[in-house]
């Protein structure tokens, strides 16, 4: 599974502890919200956060931020209530320990960083396109098998990722996905579909264009494989290759200008953004 970002804590009952403690935070921002008479929508327009980050916060789901924590006790005439859960949330985070595989580690912290970011995907969506429903389905299928508490942090922090996506400005970003992606319903068809819903709306995300590789191609470009290239503020474009969770992150210069020309034929063999977001609602319209 590409793009993996692991947070482990020490042990399973830590782990529960935890995750029973972030889930009673988001019971008591809904109570408040409630209170308040703000929709999810409203209340994420007012705190500066997207209403999928404010719902998963709600549910337990999503390490809450300190930041929205303190913002939403103003917001909502909390009292300072939530502003000393704050304090406990930076207490909980400080006990976790994060066990990525060093080059993951750069990888995120380079991709949270970068002024553009493209990549070429054969196998599953990237991280930063899933929906939550996809991604906690990649992670339990994962063998060996992870405990409840490990999918359910391994799904927050790549949710807490995509908030790439709601940068100001936001990034140059590019994706090419092989057409076997989209005919995998990893998932069961209901989450395959509200991920292909999602393509969809990330596809006409100006700022953002989405390609797909027709299976039918006679020469495809890309057969070495899935691979990401960053470009960081002020350096030289980088690159990070994963297989089997073997991860490198590429910084040689001419091996990153060979895969940044072969992404350039990548996508010159792909079908267009426009064809690309064509087929994907076809893709839903046949269901």
Request: aromatic share 6%.
């Amino acid at each position: 599974m590409a793009d993996d970002e692991r947070v482990v804590f020490e042990d399973d009952e830590l782990s529960d502890e935890v995750s029973e403690f972030f889930s009673a935070v988001g019971k008591q921002l809904k109570l408040f919200r409630e209170q308040a008479g703000l929709t999810q929508r409203e209340f994420a327009r007012r705190a500066g956060y997207s209403e999928n980050m404010i719902g998963s916060v709600e549910r337990g789901r999503r390490t809450p931020r300190v930041e929205l924590l303190e913002a939403a006790d103003e917001l909502l005439g909390a009292r300072g209530a939530l502003k000393i859960v704050a304090e406990d949330v930076m207490k909980a985070k400080a006990k976790m320990r994060l066990t990525n595989p060093a080059f993951s580690k750069a990888f995120t912290k380079e991709e949270s960083q970068a002024v553009e970011i493209h990549g070429y995907s054969t196998l599953l969506v990237p991280g930063l396109l899933q929906t939550e429903a996809h991604a906690r389905a990649l992670y339990q299928m994962r063998r060996p098998w992870l405990t409840e508490g490990e999918v359910e942090q391994w799904v927050a922090a790549r949710m807490e990722r995509q908030e790439i996506l709601n940068r100001s400005p936001l990034p140059v970003l590019s994706w090419v996905l092989d057409e076997s992606v989209l005919q995998r319903p990893l998932g069961g068809w209901d989450v395959h579909l509200e991920q292909l819903r999602r393509l969809v709306a990330i596809g006409r995300m100006w700022g953002v264009e989405l390609q797909v590789m027709p299976l039918d191609r006679t020469e495809q470009a890309g057969m070495g494989g899935p691979f990401t290239l960053l470009t960081p503020s002020g350096r030289p474009q980088i690159a990070y290759v994963e297989v089997q969770h073997v991860n490198r992150l590429i910084t040689d210069s001419e091996e990153v200008r060979r895969m940044a020309a072969r992404y350039s034929s990548i996508r010159a063999q792909a079908l267009t953004p426009q064809e690309s977001l064509t087929l994907i609602e076809k893709m839903l319209g046949e269901r």
